[in-house]
């Protein structure tokens, strides 16, 4: 367990506001529950910060080497 909280979304929603309306369009699209939004949203905002990728711009290989450097960042 970790004490690290990086909930980057709740920051990027303010610097980011055209970002997080276009990204609940998609959410609303997909009917994703509330819960399920912050999740995908606060995933979203972490790819790109360790990426720096826009978001919109995000390809499946930059969430795996996302995913993978936060893991091992963790570990």
């Excluded at 509330?34 to 711009?57: C, E, F, I, Y």
């Excluded at 995913?67 to 570990?75: C, K, L, N």
């Amino acid at each position: 367990m970790t004490d690290i909280d990086l909930r980057l979304g709740m920051v990027a929603r303010g610097h980011c506001p055209d970002t997080y309306a276009w990204f609940l369009e998609a959410a609303e699209r997909l009917r994703l529950q509330h819960a399920d939004v912050s999740l995908q949203w606060n995933a979203l905002m972490k790819a790109t910060a360790v990426t720096g990728v826009a978001p919109q711009r995000l390809t499946d290989h930059d969430f795996a080497t996302a995913r993978d450097e936060i893991v091992t960042a963790y570990a």
